[in-house]
């Protein structure tokens, strides 16, 4: 087997990495060990690959280091080399991202069970559920950063565990919980991991900063935990990588921010980037997302299409007089029954239920879209995020 040891930025780039500091994978900020696969049938030995000294203010950098985002080689960006999409990549079944029964066990306990997954080119997909539902846990089996226990996932046809820097080259990923180096400015941070990715500065930095409300000359210690989030959020947007994983993104952010991120969400769908993001905030995930997932104690229990969800309505009626039976008619469901009130759903067109609701003695009637939190609340009392008696995976 050969071996190298080589220069901390060469081990770093070679090894498809930059640091945010958010996975406790690493000991020590000073010693690591690396296996890096290099070639399919050369491995590159690293020992003790410390990072470029960020500049120093005098106390020194001791906190513990991860390197999670991967750089892009030149051209690897979308529609460069490496990566291929198209607007026909959904319809053709082309997908960027793909599980199968992806499973991850800590001892006796199923954190992820059997997650069978796609995500393609140009779409956003979002997966839902409370703490403890799997979301981190799937987007960390995702990144290389946990060994199944069993399945498998690829990211551009490539393996998420056997060639994880390959996989790894093709995303750009925001974690849940980010430390950065506290040392540096903000722009200095950016020029840093850009380096990483061999990008230079551009008009898209400053766009940006402008966009987010970023001061990157401040230096990082001295901001705010969300001003700190939208840094590592620019980070993330620069690049342009095919596939954007961002675990709860929207989490110290302010109303205004978030509304400015889900814009910039769905302009990295326009640029036919395919988005992936765990969230709890049922309103974000309706405006930006074309498919959602709910996950339940590690299993996924239900998929949405948005442009489906979006046509069904829930309905209240309130009659005069006793409503022996629905009509019948397609995608007409009955929720509740409250004496002379009606509870049901509806995906269908309105005017057969209109016509039919003006043959009745309606003395009350409210028509809105059914929206995510109908679904949700099937699987989990949204009031303490726990399933609900009868709910099942």
């Known amino acids: 087997m050969?071996?190298?040891?080589?220069?901390?930025?060469?081990?770093?780039?070679?090894?498809?990495?930059?640091?945010?500091?958010?996975?406790?994978?690493?000991?020590?900020?000073?010693k690591l060990k690396w296996i890096v696969a290099a070639k399919r049938k050369k491995?590159?030995?690293?020992?003790?690959?410390?990072?470029?000294?960020?500049?120093?203010n005098g106390e020194g950098e001791k906190k513990r280091r991860v390197w999670l985002a991967p750089p892009l080689l030149a051209g690897e960006g979308v529609g460069g080399r490496g990566f291929r999409h198209s607007n026909e990549d959904s319809e053709q079944g082309i997908m960027l991202l793909r599980t199968e029964q992806l499973t991850k066990d800590y001892g006796h306990v199923r954190a992820l069970d059997r997650l069978?997954?796609?995500?393609?080119?140009?779409?956003?997909?979002?997966?839902?559920?409370?703490?403890?539902?799997?979301?981190s846990?799937?987007?960390?089996?995702?990144?290389?950063?946990?060994?199944?226990?069993?399945?498998?996932a690829w990211i551009d046809?490539?393996?998420?565990?056997?060639?994880?820097?390959?996989?790894?080259?093709?995303?750009?990923?925001?974690?849940?919980?980010?430390?950065?180096?506290?040392?540096?400015?903000?722009?200095?941070?950016?020029r840093f991991?850009?380096?990483?990715?061999?990008?230079?500065?551009?008009?898209?930095?400053?766009?940006?900063?402008?966009?987010?409300d970023i001061d990157l000359s401040r230096?990082?210690?001295?901001?705010?935990?969300?001003m700190k989030r939208k840094v590592a959020l620019l980070q993330v947007l620069l690049p342009r990588a095919p596939l954007l994983v961002l675990d709860e993104p929207t989490n110290t952010l302010d109303p205004t921010m978030r509304d400015e991120l889900l814009t910039q969400l769905r302009r990295a769908r326009d640029h036919g980037q395919a988005v992936l993001f765990s969230s709890h905030v049922l309103s974000e995930v309706e405006r930006v997302c074309d498919r959602v997932g709910i996950l339940q104690k590690?299993?996924?229990?239900?998929?949405?299409?948005?442009?489906?969800?979006?046509?069904?309505?829930?309905?209240?009626?309130?009659?005069?007089?006793?409503?022996?039976?629905?009509?019948?008619?397609?995608?007409?469901?009955?929720?509740?029954?409250?004496?002379?009130?009606?509870?049901?759903?509806?995906?269908?067109?309105?005017?057969?239920?209109?016509?039919?609701?003006?043959?009745?003695?309606?003395?009350?009637?409210g028509i809105e879209p059914l929206g995510l939190g109908a679904i949700y609340q099937r699987y989990y009392d949204v009031s303490r995020g726990e399933p609900p008696e009868g709910a099942h995976a």
């Open 2 to 30: 050969a071996s190298c040891i080589l220069p901390p930025a060469q081990a770093v780039a070679k090894a498809g990495f930059a640091p945010t500091n958010a996975e406790p994978v690493l000991r020590s900020y000073n």
């Open 43 to 56: 491995t590159c030995c690293v020992e003790n690959p410390s990072p470029p000294p960020p500049p120093r």
């Open 116 to 135: 069978d997954l796609t995500v393609a080119p140009g779409e956003v997909f979002g997966l839902l559920g409370p703490n403890g539902s799997g979301k």
């Open 137 to 152: 846990t799937a987007l960390r089996l995702l990144l290389g950063f946990l060994q199944p226990t069993a399945g498998a």
């Open 157 to 190: 046809g490539h393996h998420c565990w056997h060639d994880s820097v390959a996989a790894r080259r093709r995303v750009a990923y925001l974690p849940g919980e980010l430390r950065l180096y506290e040392n540096m400015t903000g722009r200095q941070l950016i």
């Open 193 to 212: 991991l850009g380096g990483l990715r061999q990008l230079k500065d551009g008009p898209d930095v400053e766009r940006l900063a402008r966009s987010l």
């Open 219 to 226: 230096p990082i210690a001295e901001l705010s935990s969300g």
């Open 298 to 365: 590690g299993r996924l229990v239900h998929l949405q299409r948005m442009a489906e969800l979006r046509e069904e309505r829930r309905i209240v009626a309130a009659f005069a007089g006793v409503v022996e039976e629905l009509p019948n008619l397609p995608g007409l469901r009955r929720i509740e029954r409250q004496q002379h009130r009606l509870t049901f759903e509806y995906a269908g067109p309105l005017p057969p239920l209109l016509a039919w609701l003006a043959r009745q003695q309606v003395v009350d009637l």
